[in-house]
């Protein structure tokens, strides 16, 4: 496997990079919607939400929680789990920043 030579690029270009990649999933973006939705900490199950098996959403919420779009506790057998908001504006000003670099508003000559 090829070295994906991050160090060539910045911390900006990284974390974007990183963003992406977490929500490059439908199933991850399925649960950020259902999050914003309820605009609530979810107690339980999100299998009556999203079409996955426990197993397969529990992954993808630990993408999530990975890069910081969730936050999430576990006492016993209850996991509770809402959007981080400090996070979640962070990310918003990442990618506002990446698409507020466009100037162009007549198409490219290509």
Known sequence: MGLTKTEN???TQNELAT???ALGHPAR???IQHLLAINSCICGDLVDEIPLAQPTISR???ELKAIGIIQGTIEGTSV????????WREIQNLLNGL???Y???E????
């Open 9 to 11: 690029f910045t911390a």
């Open 19 to 21: 963003i992406a990649k």
């Open 29 to 31: 973006i399925a649960i």
């Open 60 to 62: 993808h919420l630990k």
């Open 80 to 87: 509770n789990y809402c959007i981080d908001p400090e996070r």
């Open 99 to 101: 698409f507020n670099t």
């Open 103 to 105: 100037a162009g508003d």
């Open 107 to 110: 198409p490219c000559d290509c």
